[in-house]
């Protein structure tokens, strides 16, 4: 019989789930898993040489893994960047798919009392247990995401600068004034069933966690809460940001998330962008959380403060862009590529 063997997954390559065993989960205040599956995609070039990094984060409610999807009509990403080496149209890079996912959605990738210390996991754990472990070649990583991974990728590049080289964020979270005001209010609607009480809706969830109506809206706003807003000493060990019967904003609150902003915080951590060489930004026309007025708002801002960067703008919405993610990492490759 002609021909040969492929991986049993498809690739030409090699996808692999790696296990981290995180000190800096352990004993988090939401009960998630300390051991975390670290999703892994090697081009077949990294059995001959050590290879650039691209870290892409999942969104809000997402998980690394799902990145691995093989399913023949909805390959998953890792496969088709797989695919772009076969014919040739990108630079090879190791592809990470960290899992932050929590009992409440996601973690931001922030440190928060109130979910756990998922930037400390970030920076400090995964990234070396990933030189360890893979052919990475040193000094040359990327960081990437969508939606909520858009936003961590930039906090992460913000608080951490020279660990990465170059940065792309896909519709990311910016100018939380336009993305999350009106979440606000659909949480409030989503939150009447449950006598305007967050505690009885997220015991709600939890027994049948299906979003339906305004239930997205609720976990999105107390999920944010839990990550910007923490504190030890309230029922839920977060603060909102908003006063539960009339709506009214309660300023104290507000500023703590502001403080986490990209608009904001690209202020007071602006080396950590100007590291960069590549900084990539681009959100839809279309997006439905009205990121693209508030990608605007923050590129204006970075051209303020002198900060090199691409600002795109495309006709799509906020789902199903995972074309972009196969615009975006050829991209982060070439950046990265010292051939």
Not at 265 to 291: K, M, V, Y
Request: charged residues 20%; proline residues 6%; glycine residues 8%.
């Amino acid at each position: 019989m002609n021909g040969h063997l492929q991986s049993p997954l498809g690739f030409a390559g090699e996808a692999r789930i790696l296990v981290l065993e995180s000190q800096a989960l352990a004993g988090n205040p939401l009960g998630d898993p300390h051991r975390r599956e670290v999703a892994v995609y090697l081009p077949p070039e990294a059995q001959q040489r050590a290879l650039p990094v691209i870290y892409f984060l999942a969104g809000f409610t997402g998980r690394g893994q799902k990145y691995l999807e093989t399913h023949p009509w909805k390959p998953g990403v890792a496969q088709l960047y797989d695919r772009m080496l076969q014919a040739q149209q990108a630079p090879p890079a190791i592809l990470v798919f960290p899992d932050c996912f929590t009992k409440l959605g996601g973690s931001q990738y922030v440190n928060s009392s109130a979910v756990g210390a998922y930037e400390d996991h970030f920076a400090n754990e995964l990234v070396p247990f990933v030189d360890k472990q893979l052919p990475t070649l040193p000094g040359r990583r990327a960081i990437a995401g969508k939606s909520s991974g858009g936003f961590g990728a930039l906090h992460l590049c913000m608080r951490h600068a020279g660990l990465f080289q170059a940065c792309a964020s896909i519709s990311g979270d910016c100018h939380f004034e336009y993305s999350l005001g009106s979440e606000f209010l659909a949480a409030l609607r989503g939150l009447v069933p449950y006598d305007m009480q967050p505690a009885r809706f997220l015991e709600a969830f939890y027994a049948d966690p299906v979003l339906r109506g305004d239930a997205h809206a609720v976990l999105n706003v107390l999920a944010m809460a839990a990550c910007y807003s923490p504190n030890p000493n309230s029922e839920l060990g977060f603060d909102l940001p908003f006063d539960l019967e009339t709506g009214e904003r309660i300023q104290s609150v507000w500023e703590r998330w502001l403080a986490l902003d990209p608009v904001v915080a690209c202020e007071s951590n602006a080396q950590g962008l100007r590291d960069l060489e590549l900084l990539h930004l681009e959100c839809g026309l279309a997006d439905e959380f009205h990121l693209q007025w508030g990608l605007r708002i923050f590129a204006r801002k970075l051209t303020q403060l002198g900060i090199a960067h691409e600002h795109v703008e495309h006709e799509g919405g906020h789902m199903s862009i995972d074309h972009r993610v196969l615009e975006i990492l050829p991209k982060l490759a070439r950046a990265l590529d010292q051939n």
